[in-house]
């Protein structure tokens, strides 16, 4: 189903809500069989969920061995989650490591990189528009 510049597309009654932006980046997996588009988004966004950990621990100045443990837990308890993610197509890991970049990028002082991997989350899920607020805040 299709209504203005938004797509809308139900599955088991569930109703989910994209940007045109997403549509147009995930077309390419039209041209995989279902499983293999199942394991690109699951890789892409593991790959996320990976690289958004990593900024998370660097944010929290944790150790070698602590960063393994943590990672450990985190993957098991988010595991119900990100199977979630997988199942639907969702892209919420890769938004979250967008958001991540982008607030990692500010306090390097690289507005440019900041604004680019905002961008590129609000493109993907309408929710990190919210991430506006804090910047105009810090008026940055």
């Known amino acids: 189903v299709s209504e203005g510049p938004l797509s809308i597309y139900r599955v088991d009654q569930e109703s989910f809500l994209y940007m045109p932006f997403i549509l147009l980046t995930l077309s390419p997996l039209k ?10 988004m699951s890789f892409a966004n593991a790959l996320a969920l990976c690289a958004s950990m990593r ?4 944010w929290l100045g944790v150790t070698p ?4 443990l943590i990672s450990i ?5 988010i595991l119900p ?13 890769i938004s979250l490591f ?12 690289k507005p440019i990189g900041a604004g680019l991997c905002l961008a590129i989350a609000i493109s993907l899920k309408i929710t990190p528009v919210l991430l506006l607020v804090y910047y105009f805040l810090k008026k940055d």
């Open 31 to 40: 041209y995989l069989s279902l499983f293999q588009a199942f394991v690109c």
């Open 55 to 58: 900024i998370a621990m660097k």
């Open 65 to 68: 061995v602590q960063e393994i």
């Open 73 to 77: 837990l985190a993957l098991v308890l």
């Open 81 to 93: 989650y990100w199977t979630f993610n997988a199942n639907f197509g969702q892209v919420n890991f």
């Open 98 to 109: 967008f958001i991540l970049a982008s607030l990692e990028f500010h306090d390097q002082a």
